[in-house]
Structures are given as C-alpha cells and as structure tokens.
C-alpha cells in the first residue's frame, strides 16, 4: 500500500512536469488567414468589363465544404439538407456561375464527409475541410450540436460559415465573426404558435409546456414559457421527458390531470410522433396542440386520425408565397427562384416534395450567392461584410443577421410559418399553413377535440 | 527501476511519440486532428487495458469518467474561470474518486455482473446530469469563445491541447507498463487468470482492483476535459456515448488484452481504419457494417488480438513486445 | 393526484409485459449459454421493421405477420449463433459480447443503409378501451395477452417437448447433456434462436403502438439488462415480473416527480440491486 501511494504520488508528479513542458512549448501556428489583408484589387472600380473584348472571362470555383450525417439519427434530415444545397449548386453552375463585375465567373464545388451524426470527428472532418481541402466557404452539419462543435473550427480558420439545420442560440453567443444563421432561432421556434392560440380563443388560460429533456426543445420551450406568461397565459404544467421516452401514457395521464386547453412542445421526430399518437387514444380534451419538428415531415402522415389538428412550427413550407414584390416592401433585395419553382426543381431531381431542411440547405447556399453577388468579389473578407450587411429576401424568407457582438450571426429576419394538418375535401390529410395570417392557406381547425 | 531498461516500453513510447510528432513536422493542422483522435483513442485503450487487460474485469461503462471528468473540467472552465491545468488535474481526480467509490462496490460482482453494472452506472450518470441544473441539464455548457485568448487564441489553444494529449499519452503507456512490471501488476494478473486462487495467495483482491480501477478511470477523466475543451461543447449523449465505451474494448481487443503495446496498436489501428471508410466512396454508407464485419473475423479467430497473436507465432518478438 | 395513480398503473404494467417478452429473451440466453447478447436491440427493431413492412406491403393484420416476423426471428438467431457465436461460445465472456456486439454494428449499418432513420407508423388501430378513468389502446392490451399466450407456449416448450427439455438439460449442465448424447450444438443453436425470436415478437408488438426507426430497439436493450436484474439473469418467469415490476414503476413515477427522472431511477434501482441481490430480486441462488 506505501509503495502505491508513493507511485501515486510521483506519477502527479511526472504529469506536473509534462503541462508544465507542453505549456510552454506549444508551436507557433501558421499566420492565421483572417488578418491577411488581401483584399483591395477587387474594390477597384472596373468600367473595363462591359466593354466588348474585355480581358479573357477568369473563371473561378470555390469550393464548399461541410460534413453530412450519412449514417446515424440524423441521417434523413441531413440528406435532404444535402440535396437542397447541391441542387442551388447545380442551379448556379448551369446557368454559367455568377459573374462579377471584373469578368470574374464564379462556379462552386462541394467536398464533405460523414460525421456519423455524432461529434467525435466534426472537428477533425472540419479541420480537414479547412486546411487539407481549402474549403473556401463552409456549410454546417444538421443539428445544433454538430454545429457548434464545427463552429470553433470554422472560427478558428476565419473561414465563413453559414449555418443551417442548427437552431439554438447559443452558437451564436459564444464570440464568433464568421457564423451565419439561415434557420429562424430556437427562442423565435414557438412564440407564434402562442400568438396563433391568442388569435383563436382570448379564453384560453390554461398552457402546458413539454419537451423532450434536449438541447433544442428545451431552448425553445424555456422561451416559448416567458412568451406566454408575458402574454398573461398561466402554465400549469412545464415539465421534460427522457429522450428515449417512447411511452407517453403516464405521462398523458400526469398532463390530463393538470387540465390545461393548450399543448406546446415535443422535442425531435420519434418521440413527436409518438406523443401525438398517444395523446389521440388517450382522447386527452385539449382544443390546441403545437408541437415542435415532427409535424411538417411528409411521413407524420402516417399517424392518420392522430395527425389531424396538430400544429406544428416550420422553418418554410411549399405554399409560402414570398416574392419579388415582398421583398420591395420591406426594402430587401430578392434572390433565386420563386417557391413554386424550387419546389418543382427539387421534385424534378429528387422525386419527392423538399421539406424544409431541403430549403435550408438551398437558402444556405443563397446566402453565400447573395453575399458573393453584393460583395462583388470572392475575397474572403469582402464576403463577410457582405454577409453583415445582407438584407436578403429569397423564396425561403427574410434574411438577417444580428452583427452585435453578443450575438453575431444570429438570424433576425427569417420567420417561422406554422403548419396544420387537416383532411381535404375527399378525406387526404394536407398540411396547411395556418399561421402568419398574410401567408395562410386555409383557417385553423379549433378546437381540435 | 530494472523495468525502464526493456525494450517493449521503449518500442511502445517511441511509436507513439514518433506518430504524435507527425503534425509538427508536417505543421499541419488537418494531420493534428488526426493524430488527436487516434492518440484520443490509444489513452483511452491504454488506460481501460489496464482493469480490462491486467486485471480481466470488462468495464462497459468505461466512458462514464471521461464523461464526469469532461463535465468537472468544463464546468471549472466555463463557470468557476479556473485554469486549463487546474480543470484537467480536477477532471481526473473526480474521475478517480468516483472509481474509488464504485470499487468499493460493484467490484465485488464478477464476469457478466460487472459489466452490466458498469454499464447501469453509465447510464445513470447521464440521466442525472440531463436533469442536473448546475452542468446545464440537457443543454449542457458552450464555452466562450474568447476563453481561447488566455491560451494565445483559438489556434495555439489547439496545439497546446494537442501537445498536452501527447504527453499524457505517454503517461498512461508508462503508467500501463510499470503496474504490469510491477508487484501489484503480478497481482493483478493472477486475479484474472484465478481470482479465488489469487486471495490464497496472499493477493489482496479487493484491494488490488480498486486500485487499478482507479488508475483505470484518473485517465479518461483527464482526457474528457481536453476533448471538450477543445470541442468547445458538452452534452450529456455526447459526455456519456455507451458506443464510446464499446469501442474502447474493441480497441483493446484488436491490438491484444493485457499486453502494453497491444491497445496502442489496437486503437490506432481501428481509428485509422474507421478515417478510412469514412471518406471511402464505396464503404462510407455501411461503413459501420463493415466494421462490425472486420470486428466479427477478428473475435472468431484471432482472439489475442495482433500482439497477443505476433507473441504466440513469433517467439523471438516476445522480448520486445510487451 | 389519486385519480392519475389508477390508470398510470395501468398503463405501465400492459407496457410491461412487453418489456418482459423482451427481456425474456435475453434472459433464455442467459440462462441456456452464459452469453449476453447485444445485439438484442437491432434485433428488436427488425422485429418491428418485419411487421412494418408486411403491413404497409400487403395489409396482412399485423396479430398475423407475428407469426411470419416470429419465425423470421427464430431462423435469423440460428443463422447468427452459428456464425458468430458457436466459435467462441467457450471463450471468456468478453468474446461473445464483442461477437454479439459486432453482429449489432452489422445490423444497424445495414438497416440505415436500407431503411433510413424516418420514424415509422403503423396506421393500424383497434381503438381504445375506456372503464372508468381508465383509457387504454387496445392493442396494448392485446399485446399483454399476446405476451401471456407466447410465455404459456414457451413454458409448454420447454416443459413437455423433447428439444426443450434439452435445452434445460443443456443450460443445466451442459457436459453432462453432452454425455448424456444430447446433441449441445444444436441445442444451443436453438436457444439463442428461440431468444432472438422472443425479442422479435417484442419489437412486432411494440411497432402495433408506438413509432420507431431502425435505432429504437437500443433502449429495449437497456431495460432488458434491467429487468433481467431484477427478476434474476437466465430465468425467463423472472423476466417477465421483471417486466411488470419495471412498466409499473415507469407508470407511477411520474406522478411523484418530473418525468425526466425516471432514468435516473431505473438505473440507479439497477446498479443498487445488483449490490445487494445479483441473483435478482425474485432470483434463486445462481
């Protein structure tokens, strides 16, 4: 036992000595590229170009880089994310790549890797994507977790990230200049679907708040609760579930008992699932129910009567109509296709309707299109100004970036649209959109029971 | 101090050093996110070799000290404003002193019974700290990004982690070669071949194994709280991955049980193959399948693992591998 | 809070015999080989896939396609214990749970491939049952009695039929079976076919209520290690209290505390008892 304590003892000893070394010695990094003023040539100004016989057209291709979640939980939003931001990317390089004013075409590529839907290797893969395979410009895993594990990375090598599939906020809390975020943010996710359930019934009092006990759904629904108790709603439940929970009965029991009129909440696309399934046979007497991601997915249709009346919040959905002339009112610059157009481009291609991770990963590459566009130029630095400065409207919605520093490159734009499912004339269950008013397609059903 | 002069260890510590040297050659940083994950691997493999290995208790729940270790760390980091050293000595000890605790308890249970405990205790751990509000519940702790400025910026910070994993990697091989070297690591050997025989004896056998469950769990607490220092993030499935744990063993299983070079090769051999069928165009959709596969032939026949397997073909090598 | 104790309790002990049919598979091999499986959760959800993709496919009642998935399952598990674990079946017990473990990578990887992760329903109802306070689904309840036939069957199995009397003679002492002239191979191949049947039944009884994808059987796994604690590893009976002990305490937990500290719970309960009583709480000496 003594000659153990004594080996414990210089074994701390030893490793004492090994920080101390490794301390001290840590190796200068290469010269960090963002302080590398190479900007300039491009500003320019360039009248050469619309002559006829200007110099030779040089022709760009930056190319994109990002990690997919090929295999694991997050695989089938991932993928759609993917197909979104490859078909804009096949869109632009059709039509000839952008032009800049200098004669300059720029073309873009993509090279990424499976991070397995878990964050071991993000920062590895990212790493590689940023140093070995000089990404120019970065697109994010799906998921605020993979997220913010690339985000460092990105940071670290000055490279511009546009974020999408990653909701929460506090990526964007942590100090970072070069992450931008396409989705409508975690503490925006559900205050909506509140305002909807006001605009249905001022009688109501009575909410429960409950959510999968994760990252995402607890970010939401911690600010979808001060929402509605600053909007006078008492909460008689808020309370989380395991996320391996697949039995709701005890649960539905313990909600039935707290009586409230309204639900909010859910968490990811099981558990969602089974929620609404359960809640239905429990024929629990609610008259509203909003849940978190599960809804809009094609595949919750599989839920037939359960489905009917749910609502559910989404990034963007194939019936929003934003257009040229929206984005005048609001004095933005319009971008890409018309939702219709993009809806059949990506049936076209892929052969069914794009959910909205589809269209985040094509609003993700319009942002850098708008960017490059405005920024005229294909400098990194140039890039990021424009993204700061960027006013965007596109068939996706508003684009915005907060530029203060406690919160740069959260979105402030974009806007959620809420969802419900109903059944049509002939009996099929249809999403609707259901709220903002000025994008409504049909009313909402209410009481839903 | 005999045992320093073998030429296993020294072969051990000079792969090692020489493959964690590679991205300071190439100054690449790209190289260094590779090497960190494999030397990630290896002090892992290292240090569960060293219950699993010595003493022939499969700990499924390894993981559980690198998750508490990474919470402790962050948490000090992020909350209390402590150093980095600071944060990775309190990693370890709260890994250790947890190990102390459980040795106490479910190292009474045997073969199957332990595993499953261990397993149990995983899950436990990452249930309570989903529902524990001062780690950040679910959402867990982000660290800020301006914490990277004390260590000269983002980019030094992420060489300096690196220089710190290598070193403790060297660490855990010297610490796994001087307890098999050693009289306590003869006992620990003889409780896995016969552990009623052991305590005949005269090995203390409860004694002997909470020791070098301890020694077993110091490690991963540390490695948890550079990880997640350098990952910027931590999350209760991310802290506590059961999956994590399992591929530890299968590390360790690969280079071969019980040897001291075995879990390095092991672990290095595994992550390097896993790089590989990642970015393969034709393996990268069921590159999990055709791990299992290669997992599967290997378990069915070449038990020993590589080490165990070069020892008994080739006798002439048993001098130098150990 | 009295009148949510009835129906939770309800609710967690019908979801318990599910659990139990689960974990009693796990168990039979426990008990027959010392082998613990792990690849008992993928196993779980090819079960439940196997029912999926009959009743999407041809609209066979999905009580109907059991029977299909069931036997599906027997010959699959026979198929996986001669490939990966009949070579090592005598090895240390680290073998044959990194053997099993591989089979589950194997699994999950190919199902991923093929299936994706999308939830899957079955939009198949019986509508509920409605006694007072009390609402259950029915196809919970028929998945309790579904359960309770299953376990009868066994139990005649193992009891009246010459292979299974083997099988005890064999998970008794497996030499002195073989001197005896039982043919051990193929016995235990069997065993763990009847054992991966039984977690394939589970899985086609859980997808008649709740959603799943190809991970979900990962925490079926992990309440099985749980219940087959509680009722005593390698006694199948014991399993299926296990079950019910453990879908009681799920239903009534929430009602005393926040629902997310049910894990906490569970595996904490899980450890404790594998302290104080290895052998189970309804165990005999092993």
């Keep these: 036992m003594k000659r153990l304590s004594w080996t414990v003892l210089s074994l701390l000893a030893i490793l004492a000595l090994v920080l101390a070394a490794c301390g001290g010695g840590a190796p200068a990094e290469e010269a960090a590229p963002t302080e590398a003023p190479s900007s300039g040539v491009s500003e320019e100004p360039a009248p050469a170009t619309e002559a006829p016989g200007a110099p030779e057209a040089k022709e760009v291709t930056l190319k994109i880089g990002f990690t997919a979640s090929v295999t694991g939980k997050y695989e089938v939003s991932s993928a759609a994310q993917v197909n979104g931001l490859k078909l804009w990317m096949d869109s632009v390089n059709e039509a000839g790549g952008i032009e800049l004013s200098d004669g300059t075409v720029v073309t873009f590529d993509y090279i990424f890797y499976d991070d397995e839907s878990n964050k071991e290797r993000v920062q590895e893969l990212y790493t590689r994507l940023a140093t070995e395979d000089n990404a120019d410009l970065l697109i994010s895993p799906y998921s605020s977790g993979l997220t913010a594990a690339a985000a460092v990375i990105a940071e670290q090598y000055g490279k511009v990230m546009i974020t999408t599939g990653a909701a929460s906020d506090s990526t964007y809390q942590q100090g970072y200049t070069h992450v931008f975020q396409a989705y409508t943010p975690a503490s925006r996710y559900l205050t909506g679907a509140v305002d909807l359930l006001a605009s249905l019934d001022p009688n109501v009092t009575k909410v429960a708040l409950v959510y999968e006990n994760s990252k995402f759904s607890t970010s939401v629904v911690t600010a979808a609760r001060d929402y509605a108790e600053a909007q006078g709603y008492e909460v008689v439940l808020f309370e989380g579930y395991d996320p391996e929970t697949a039995d709701f009965a005890p649960f539905i029991n313990k909600i039935e008992a707290a009586g409230p009129d309204a639900i909010l909440g859910g968490g990811h696309r099981v558990d969602g699932k089974a929620f609404a399934k359960q809640l239905y046979e429990k024929g629990t007497p609610i008259k509203f129910f909003a849940l978190l991601v599960a809804p809009p997915e094609p595949e919750f249709a599989e839920l037939g009567d359960a489905a009917v009346g749910v609502i559910g919040p989404s990034q963007w959905e194939p019936l929003a109509a934003f257009t040229p002339a929206s984005a005048e009112a609001i004095g933005a610059t319009w971008l890409g296709p018309l939702g219709n157009e993009f809806v059949s481009a990506f049936e076209a291609a892929y052969g069914d309707e794009p959910s909205y991770h589809a269209a985040g990963g094509y609003a993700a590459g319009l942002i850098l299109e708008g960017a490059i566009r405005s920024a005229d130029s294909t400098d990194p630095e140039a890039i990021l100004a424009a993204l700061n400065g960027m006013d965007l409207m596109t068939f996706y919605g508003h684009i915005k970036f907060d530029t203060s520093p406690e919160n740069h490159g959260l979105q402030i734009g974009h806007s959620m649209v809420y969802i419900q499912w109903q059944r049509d004339a002939s009996g099929n269950l249809v999403k609707q959109v259901v709220w903002p008013k000025e994008g409504a397609t049909a009313e909402a059903i209410y009481p839903i029971r | ?322 | 809070m009295s009148d949510i104790l009835l129906p939770s309790l309800v609710d967690g002990l019908l979801l318990g015999f599910v659990y139990g049919i689960a974990a009693m598979g796990l168990s039979l091999i426990w008990g027959v080989m010392d082998v613990i499986n792990l690849s008992h959760g993928p196993i779980i959800a090819l079960g439940m896939f196997g029912i999926y993709l009959i009743f999407t496919n041809t609209g066979l009642n999905p009580y109907l396609a059991l029977f299909v998935v069931a036997l599906a399952g027997l010959l699959l598990g026979m198929i996986i214990y001669g490939v990966a674990v009949h070579r090592v079946i005598d090895a240390p017990h680290l073998s044959t749970l990194l053997a099993t473990f591989s089979v589950n990578m194997i699994i999950i990887g190919i199902g991923t491939a093929l299936l994706t992760t999308t939830p899957r329903n079955i939009d198949f109802t019986l509508g509920s049952l409605s006694v007072g306070p009390i609402t259950v689904p029915w196809t919970r309840v028929a998945a309790a009695f579904a359960t309770m036939l299953v376990t009868g069957l066994l139990y005649l199995f193992l009891y009246v039929s010459r292979p299974g009397k083997y099988i005890r003679a064999v998970a008794n002492n497996r030499v002195a079976a073989e001197l005896m002239g039982i043919p051990s191979a193929r016995i235990l191949a069997l065993s763990f076919g009847l054992g991966t049947m039984l977690a394939a039944i589970a899985g086609g009884l859980i997808a008649t209520f709740f959603p799943f994808t190809i991970l979900s059987g990962g925490s079926y796994e992990l309440k099985s290690f749980v219940i087959c604690v509680l009722g005593g590893l390698g006694n199948p009976l014991g399993a299926l209290f296990g079950g019910l002990i453990l879908g009681g305490l799920e239903g009534l937990t929430p009602a005393f505390m926040p629902t997310t500290w049910v894990p906490v719970l569970e595996f904490g309960l899980f450890v404790l008892i594998l302290l104080v009583r290895p052998s189970g709480l309804l165990g005999s000496k092993s």
């Design chain 2, 1 to 322: 101090m005999r045992a320093l002069r073998s030429p296993g260890l020294w072969l051990a510590l000079a792969l090692t050093a020489a493959a964690g040297a590679w991205p300071y050659f190439t100054g690449s940083a790209s190289n260094r996110e590779v090497a960190f994950t494999i030397l990630l691997s290896v002090a892992l493999a290292s240090s569960l070799n060293i219950l699993l290995g010595y003493t022939g208790y499969v700990s499924f729940g390894h993981i559980v000290f690198y998750g508490l270790g990474g919470y402790m760390g962050i948490y000090l980091l992020s909350e209390r404003g402590v150093s980095l050293w600071l944060a990775v000595l309190a990693g370890g000890a709260i890994a250790g002193l947890l190990a102390l605790l459980l040795g106490a308890s479910i190292l009474r249970l045997r073969g199957a019974y332990f595993a499953l405990a261990t397993i149990g205790v995983n899950e436990a751990a990452r249930a309570f700290i989903n529902n524990f509000q001062p780690f950040g519940g679910p959402i867990g702790m982000t660290l800020n990004f301006r914490l990277y400025d004390h260590y000269g910026g983002a980019a030094r910070a992420l060489w300096m982690v690196y220089g710190v994993m290598l070193g403790l990697t060297l660490l855990v091989i010297l610490v796994s070669y001087l307890v098999k070297n050693s009289k306590f690591g003869l006992g620990l050997l003889a409780i896995r071949e016969n552990e009623d025989a052991a305590e005949i004896m005269g090995v203390t056998a409860p004694q002997a194994k909470t020791w070098a469950y301890v020694l077993s769990a110091i490690f991963p607490g540390m490695i948890g709280v550079l990880f997640f220092f350098k990952n910027g993030n931590i999350e209760p499935h991310d802290a506590f991955r059961l999956h994590l744990s399992i591929e530890m063993i299968v590390m360790v299983m690969l280079g071969g049980y019980g040897t001291v070079l075995g879990p390095v090769l092991g672990a290095a051999g595994y992550q390097r193959l896993r790089g590989m069928l990642l970015v393969s165009p034709i393996f990268k959709n069921i590159q999990l399948a055709v791990a299992g596969g290669l997992l599967l032939i290997i378990v069915l026949f070449v038990p020993a693992g590589a080490v165990g397997w070069l020892r008994h073909r080739v006798p002439v090598l048993r001098k130098v591998l150990e």
